[in-house]
């Protein structure tokens, strides 16, 4: 299961709406591709599509959806939100990682 904080369902469903989604039956596809500078790399963008291979979940009024391959990798991660003053974007707290680049964007196992 993927976990999604308060502040970062608030900035999905007002980027969904910017972008012509609806939070209430369109999706935040979440995975993982190779790249970045631990080695692989977090994808995120909406979608309007199921995939036959996709899990799909639904957290704090989210609908979440992974491939197979990728949900290995991101099983108990929390999609957070930061909007400090380092810098605002999507934050992946993922407890499968044992190594994270310093932006936050990439990890390793």
């Not at 970045?36 to 959806?65: A, H, P, T």
């Amino acid at each position: 299961m993927i976990k999604v904080s308060e502040q970062a369902k608030k900035k999905v469903i007002a980027l969904m709406s910017e972008d012509g989604y609806d939070a209430s039956i369109d999706y935040v596809r979440v995975g993982v591709k190779s790249g970045g500078c631990s080695g692989l790399s977090y994808d995120l963008k909406f979608d309007n599509q199921k995939l036959e291979n996709d899990k799909v979940f639904e957290d704090n009024g989210v609908k979440i959806i992974v491939d197979k391959k990728s949900f290995l990798y991101l099983v108990g991660t929390t999609l957070e939100y930061s909007g400090g003053l380092n810098g605002s974007g999507f934050v992946f707290n993922n407890p499968n990682a044992n190594r994270t680049c310093g932006c936050g964007e990439s990890f390793s196992l």
